[in-house]
């Protein structure tokens, strides 16, 4: 299994980023994949999560702010971060769940996002 972020970056609060996960090694189509991020001195949380029916969930400090998609052609996961806000800024993991998107099957490297 192999995840690779990328489009983190530095935003003003109010404005939007855009991440991508390519992945690869697995049955990407049929799988549940996620979004964690962490913040310096806290623990790693769960952000929203797809899973193979494209059914989602967000975390209430993000719903209605980002979206997660898929593209199955390509193999790659999605998230649009509007109206990011300072307590956004975290390092954004990529994640591969098990079925039920309960549990992690495998981390990407992450990307870092930062919001002054």
């Known amino acids: 299994v192999q995840l690779v972020e990328s489009g983190g970056g530095s935003v003003q609060a109010g404005g939007s980023l855009r991440l991508s996960c390519a992945a690869s090694?697995?049955?990407?189509?049929?799988?549940?994949m996620g979004w964690f991020r962490q913040a310096p001195g806290k623990e790693r949380e769960g952000v929203t999560t797809?899973?193979?029916?494209?059914?989602?969930s967000y975390d209430v400090s993000v719903k209605g702010r980002f979206t997660i998609s898929r593209d199955n052609a390509k193999n790659t996961l999605y998230l649009q971060m509007n109206s990011l806000k300072p307590e956004d800024a975290a390092m954004y993991y990529c994640?591969?769940?098990?079925?039920?998107?309960?549990?992690?099957?495998?981390w990407g490297q992450g990307t870092q996002v930062t919001v002054s």
């Open positions: 994640a591969a769940l098990w079925v039920g998107c309960a549990n992690v099957r495998s």
């Open positions: 090694g697995f049955i990407y189509s049929s799988s549940c």
């Open positions: 797809i899973d193979s029916n494209c059914s989602t």
